[in-house]
């Protein structure tokens, strides 16, 4: 089945230990993104990737790091969780390298929680 | 700096009834618009992908036109149904740079039986 899959689904930690997201999708896609959900400020995009070793900043970059060290997978890291960081995440993909022509899919998101 | 408005905030219909959701963006220089459907604490699933030299895309009671000089699209849901309850959200994607997909905030939409 084709998916974009997240791990974990539901994080709790504290101020200042450094956690990953895992990102992954099995349909060879060349483009892949991280957006935070809040509300009342609706889904912003964190940071993108358009091909292996290629990552840019999104209009969220700070306290984030990514990496893209193959194509199915893009890890996000908080090097320094801070409870502002609590969010709703979500990874997504497309086949294209630009993430425009083709419709993007999203991973099941993950919550997390920092105290 | 592309902003993304969807209105209105939340909307509530009986059963049956044709419905019009509203997009609109500041910069009309897009490359181009997606609509999204958003259930309670689930991911995304894409609904349709309009490109910027199209006026309009369907699927089932689905359709999305897109008028870039106004900044405007619109989603109409034909003949709704409770299922179709859940959070609308349209995202652009600017024409220099593609990677880059700025959200609105969506329209919840509550359909009654």
């Known amino acids: 089945e084709a998916q974009v899959t997240q791990n974990p689904r539901y994080l709790i930690t504290v101020t200042g230990k450094k956690l990953t997201v895992t990102c992954s999708q099995n349909?060879?896609?060349?483009?892949m993104s991280w957006y935070r959900q809040d509300p009342g400020l609706g889904l912003r995009q964190i940071y993108y990737?358009?091909?292996?070793?290629?990552?840019d900043k999104g209009d969220v970059p700070e306290g984030y790091k990514v990496s893209r060290k193959e194509k199915r997978n893009f890890p996000l890291i908080l090097e320094s969780p801070s409870p502002n960081q609590t969010s709703l995440y979500f990874c997504?993909?497309?086949?294209?390298?630009?993430?425009?022509?083709?419709?993007?899919?999203f991973g099941p998101g993950t919550r997390l929680t920092v105290t | 700096k592309q902003e993304v408005t969807q209105i209105p905030a939340a909307l509530s219909v009986p059963e049956g009834e044709n419905l019009v959701l509203n997009c609109s963006f500041t910069?009309?220089?897009?490359?181009?618009l997606q609509w999204f459907r958003q259930d309670p604490g689930k991911g995304l699933t894409s609904l349709l992908l309009?490109?910027?030299?199209?006026r309009e895309q369907t699927s089932g009671r689905l359709n999305a036109s897109l008028d870039k000089s106004s900044g405007r699209s619109t989603l109409y849901i034909a003949a709704s149904q409770p299922g179709d309850s859940a959070t609308y959200l349209c995202?652009?994607?600017?024409?220099?740079?593609?990677?880059?997909?700025?959200f609105g905030q969506g329209t919840t939409l509550q359909v009654k039986p």
């Open positions: 997504a993909s497309s086949l294209d390298p630009g993430g425009g022509t083709y419709e993007q899919y």
């Open positions: 349909m060879n896609h060349e483009y």
């Open positions: 990737s358009m091909n292996v070793e290629v990552t």
């Open positions: 910069d009309s220089a897009i490359y181009n």
């Open positions: 309009i490109q910027s030299s199209q």
């Open positions: 995202a652009v994607r600017g024409s220099s740079n593609t990677g880059k997909l700025i």
